[in-house]
């Protein structure tokens, strides 16, 4: 395959191995592990809360990462060493949490190396990763590429859930080690495997030119001077703020207003994730088979917006009704919003990272890339915060759900008022002609 040659499906099915290898990873650290510190260590929630956080946070160097990736003209370095520092953090991260049974001070220091070192890991993977599909898979087949790079990612969650949950019973910290240490490894294989040659033999980096060879500081700047980047990161912020912030309160609401068991609110959860899938594949088949007849993208993105804003009021409607209200229905229908926006909002951004300065793509996406996962960081945390606030505030429960549920629709709606003011040159192409591409979010 030289350079310059688009990507066939086979190539896309190998840079989805890519996705399938870090979520593999990804879902032990911030679930298993997660489990393990609150259950069996007994340690406080808000350890493996403040850990998962950071793994987001860090991820504020993700422009920086794309930068190199630009100045050295080749992606595939920045996905293997991104995945070799995820692969060593993934293991550092289950020695930290078995060192804890000994010595929880000396496992807890470990443990935030280990997770900055993740953090960093999907930060730099995941955004060459993004860059390279942007640049290399044809417009008509970029719709089709999403969804086999998110399906594959999702293969990676729960095809490693199941192995490993078998693997460690019974639990001990040592077994606990050597199945993430396991893991970590074929992951690092699988990747670099899926990799190898898809680049071509390095005659892209010889085609850097001289100006892009810029200090990261200038590039940046350059990046933030162009009013489509800069406005199109406040709406990813704001808008990717809104679908997290949900994410760790619609069981408590389901167990608390309507009474549901752990077991019911997990499957609730599941008809969310169900709606999610659904809204993405809507788009996807849009773009590949509708050719435009059915909407441009930035009409996707703003509709999706507001019918994600539309469900959550319906959800303040069943805060305020109470059991009898079509609750599933409810949250289908937000998870059906939720993935027709992400995947809509997400083609934008594949078609914005090329446009502007000349190989500026990695900075463009990364930038992107960080604002999304620091408002995914702080849209976990402003979400239960807000709960609590309103819980004390507030004569029952199911009145500050509503509450919040309410203040979630609003940012909703003013992701929507921003993505209109989105450069409608910049984004008012078709779905066809941009795809459906959505960055595969790293969540365990």
């Known amino acids: ?75 595939t ?69 999403a969804t086999i790079v998110w399906m594959m990612m999702i293969a990676g969650f729960a095809v ?43 005659a892209m980096a010889a085609a850097v030119p001289e100006q892009t060879r810029a200090r990261f500081i200038e590039a940046l700047h350059q990046v933030w001077a162009e009013p489509a980047a800069r406005r199109f990161t406040v709406f990813v912020f704001v808008s990717m703020l809104a679908y997290s912030a949900q994410d760790l309160i619609l069981e408590p609401f389901a167990g608390m207003v309507f009474g549901m068991t752990p077991g019911e609110s997990t499957r609730l959860s599941g008809v969310q994730h169900g709606g999610v899938l659904g809204g993405m594949l809507l788009v996807a088949v849009a773009g590949s088979v509708g050719r435009g007849r059915f909407g441009t993208l930035r009409a996707w993105t703003i509709g999706g917006c507001l019918a994600s804003g539309a469900a959550l009021a319906a959800l303040v409607g069943a805060a305020v009704h109470g059991p009898g209200w079509p609750l599933r229905e409810s949250v289908f229908l937000l998870g059906l919003a939720n993935g027709a926006f992400a995947v809509a909002a997400i ?37 239960t915060a807000a709960s609590d606030v ?17 203040a979630e629709a609003m940012l909703f709606v003013l992701s929507a008022v921003l993505a209109a003011k989105v450069s409608a040159g910049a984004t008012a192409r078709s779905v066809a002609g941009t795809g459906g591409m959505l960055v595969p979010i790293e969540r365990g």
Do not use: C
Not at 160 to 189: E, Q
């Open 390 to 406: 309103a819980r004390h505030f507030m004569a029952s429960p199911a009145q500050a759900y509503a509450v919040v549920f309410a």
């Open 160 to 202: 490693t859930a199941m192995i490993a949950g078998h693997l460690l019973d019974p639990y001990s910290p040592l077994r606990l080690v050597a199945v993430t240490s396991g893991v970590s490894l074929v992951a690092f294989v699988v990747a670099l495997l899926a990799v190898r040659g898809v680049e071509g033999d390095g």
């Open 1 to 75: 395959m030289t350079a310059a040659s688009p990507l066939g499906w086979v190539g896309i099915v190998r840079l989805g191995l890519v996705q399938t290898a870090l979520g593999a990873i990804v879902v032990l650290t911030t679930s298993t592990l997660n489990r393990v510190m609150v259950v069996e260590l007994a340690l406080p929630a808000i350890l493996p809360g403040v850990l998962v956080a950071l793994h987001y946070l860090v991820q504020v160097v993700r422009p920086r990462l794309g930068h190199g990736s630009d100045v050295g003209g080749r992606r």
């Open 77 to 145: 370095p920045w996905i293997v060493g991104g995945m070799a520092t995820l692969a060593l953090g993934g293991i550092g991260a289950a020695a930290a949490t078995a060192w804890m049974t000994t010595d929880p001070v000396a496992g807890i220091v470990l443990a935030v190396v280990a997770f900055g070192a993740i953090g960093i890991g999907v930060g730099s993977a995941g955004t060459a990763l993004l860059v390279l599909l942007a640049k290399r898979v044809e417009a008509g087949r970029r719709a089709a590429a």
């Open 347 to 383: 083609g934008s951004m594949m078609e914005l990272a090329g446009r502007g300065r000349e190989s500026r793509e990695g900075v463009r996406m990364g930038l992107w890339g960080a604002a999304q996962a620091v408002a995914f960081g702080l849209g976990d945390l402003a979400g």
